[in-house]
C-alpha cells in the first residue's frame, strides 16, 4: 500500500483476551475518525455476521503510537501484527525515520490486554534489510514473517523466538506458466497456510489483489493470472485494493482488505469480503467499515467476537458491538 500512487510501495488469527466496556454507550456507532452522534452502524446480514462488521472505538485510541521525534521510530509505516500467547500479547510494526527513503524498520510492543502497550526496548529488533508492511504466522513452532522489501517485492523471515530474525529473501512468485513474474512490485503479502498448502495474497501497485499458492515455500505460483479481488466497481474501492488479513468463520473465509475510493488515494479505509474457496470474493455491501484514513486494518478474536485494530499510522482498537446476531 502506498500513500499516493505516484510512488507505489509497499493473516493468521491471533487472540485476545475479553475486555469489559460497560462504559461505552448502548447504541453501536459507525467506525470513523469523528463519529457523529448520529451515526449509524452498517447493517450486518446472515452473508456477513455482526461480529465481522459491527466494532465500537476504544477509548484509549490511539493504543499505540511511534516513538516520534529524536527515536528511531517517528513514524508507523503501514501494517502491523498482533498475536496473543497466553498473557501476553505481542505486536509487531514498521518504524522508520518519517521520510520517504528513510530505512524501513521491525519494532516489537507488549501488552497484557490489547490496549496498552509497551515498546521492547532492543528496537529495531530487524534492521539489516528494508522491512514494511509485515503479518507474522506461527506454525510449527516457528515464526514467519511476510513483508515487503526493497522494491516492494515480498520477501520472507523466519525466527524461533519473534525477536531475532533471519531473512529468508525475495519470493518467488510465478504465473501459471511457471513464467516469473511480469518486472514491478508485489506487495503487501498476505499468508494463509491450511492442509499443507500455503496461500499468498498480494497487491501489484495496489490494482488488484492476486493468489498464489506454494508447498515448499520456494516457489509460489498464481492460481490465475487475473486478481481474485479487484478493485470496485463499488466506489468504496474503486481506486486501489490491497489485502491484509484472511480468517475462517463458521466455514467461510473473510478477508479484511483497505482502498480508496479517491484517485489521489486520499483516504484508505478498512473493507471486508467473504468466499468459499479463497479465490471467488463477494464484498460486504456496507463496505467500508472505517472512515477518516483508517487502514491497514486486522481483527484479533474476543471471546466469541472480535477486536478490529487499524494500523497506520497508529494503532487504533475497536472493541466489539454488544448487538446479538
Known amino acids: 500500500m502506498s500513500g499516493k500512487p505516484s510512488a507505489v510501495q509497499s493473516i493468521r488469527v491471533v487472540w485476545v483476551a475479553v475486555l469489559a466496556f460497560a462504559s461505552w454507550p448502548a447504541a453501536t456507532i459507525r467506525i470513523a475518525a469523528q463519529e457523529a452522534a448520529t451515526a449509524s452502524p452498517p447493517a450486518a446480514t446472515t452473508r456477513f455476521p455482526r461480529a465481522l462488521v459491527e466494532f465500537t472505538p476504544a477509548a484509549e485510541n490511539p493504543v499505540f503510537t511511534a516513538g516520534g521525534a529524536g527515536h528511531w521510530d517517528v513514524k508507523i509505516r503501514e501494517r502491523g501484527w498482533i498475536l496473543r500467547q497466553g498473557d501476553q500479547w505481542r505486536l509487531w510494526f514498521t518504524g522508520y525515520d518519517g521520510t520517504r527513503p528513510g530505512q524501513k524498520m521491525l519494532g516489537l510492543a507488549t501488552s497484557r490486554d490489547g490496549l496498552h502497550w509497551e515498546a521492547d526496548s532492543r528496537n529495531p529488533i530487524y534492521r539489516e534489510t528494508w522491512c514494511e508492511d509485515m503479518m507474522v504466522v506461527e506454525h510449527d513452532g516457528l515464526y514467519y514473517l511476510f513483508a515487503e522489501g526493497a522494491g516492494d517485492r515480498a520477501q520472507l523471515l523466519t525466527s524461533s523466538d519473534g525477536v531475532v530474525w533471519k531473512r529468508r529473501g525475495t519470493l518467488d512468485v510465478r504465473q501459471t506458466s511457471g513464467e516469473p513474474l511480469t ?143
Request: glycine content about 8%.
Open 183 to 325: 518486472p514491478g512490485p508485489y506487495g503487501t503479502p498476505t499468508a494463509w497456510i491450511e492442509n499443507g498448502t500455503w496461500y499468498l495474497f498480494y497487491e501489484r501497485g495496489d490494482q488488484g489483489v492476486w493468489l498464489a499458492t506454494s508447498r515448499d515455500l520456494e516457489v509460489w505460483r498464481n492460481v490465475q493470472d487475473e486478481p481474485v479481488l479487484a478493485r470496485g466497481p463499488e466506489a468504496f474501492d474503486k481506486y486501489a485494493v490491497a489485502l491484509n488479513q484472511i480468517i475462517r468463520y463458521n466455514g467461510v473465509y473473510y478477508a479484511y482488505y483497505h482502498g480508496s475510493d479517491t484517485p489521489e488515494w486520499r483516504e484508505w479505509r478498512v473493507n471486508v469480503a467473504r468466499s468459499k474457496d479463497l479465490v471467488h470474493w463477494e464484498k460486504y455491501p456496507h463496505n467500508p467499515l472505517t472512515t477518516g484514513n483508517q487502514s491497514s486494518g486486522i481483527v484479533v478474536p474476543d471471546g466469541d467476537k472480535f477486536r478490529l485494530y487499524t494500523m497506520h499510522n497508529e494503532v487504533r482498537a475497536y472493541l466489539p458491538s454488544e448487538k446479538k446476531d
